[in-house]
């Protein structure tokens, strides 16, 4: 058996997206039971148990797409004749193809790293940024390189801008910003071609 807490703690600290699944409750007969947990990895591969494999396919494909949206997500997987399992609004209903007809709800909840800002300059300016950055939710690194930054400021004023933004483009950040006044940013911008 998996050590569910303790593999959702190392995909944490990977930075690896996944969906920490729990069932909520469970209708006899199946072999899922209240509390049983498993975690959903971004190739759809499956540790834990939340049912059997009447629910698998199921519990994979609503996983997938909480990670795609985001957002949390009660599945309930019901067998054909559904009349004994209580209403839940807004939930997302599958038909169980097993002919046991247990019926069981488990809830997603996506596990999606922080987008990491990777910050450039000790300046007043960049302990500002770090601080607004935080309220934002991203992880903001220093010190470190780019890679896996999804956006980068550099707040140098003046001290290793140049070498800065070269790195973060040549690591592919998605978004470089600079803190300059107008003319030395113009001018950094004509320089790296961008």
Known sequence: ????????????????????ATVVRAQEPTSARAG??????DDGSIEGF???????????SAALGTLRDGRAL???????????????????????????????EIFLRPVLPAPVLRLVGDTP????????????????????????????????????????IREALDAGVGHIAL????RRGAALHEEHGN
């Open 1 to 20: 058996m998996t050590d569910i807490d303790g593999r959702a703690r190392a995909l944490t600290l990977q930075r690896r997206p996944f969906v920490h």
């Open 36 to 41: 049983d947990a498993a975690v959903i990895l």
């Open 50 to 60: 939340v049912g059997g494999q009447c629910a698998e396919s199921s519990v994979r």
């Open 74 to 104: 009660l599945l309930r997987v019901l067998p054909d004749s559904s009349a004994d399992f209580p209403e839940t609004p807004g939930a997302l209903v599958v038909v169980n193809p097993c002919h046991s007809g247990g019926a069981i």
């Open 125 to 164: 300016i960049g302990e500002a940024v770090a601080t607004l950055a935080g309220f934002l939710d991203f992880e903001v690194v220093r010190g470190e390189s780019f890679a896996g930054a999804t956006a980068a400021v550099v707040a140098g004023l003046g001290r290793g801008e140049e070498d800065a």
């Open 179 to 182: 803190v300059a006044s107008r």
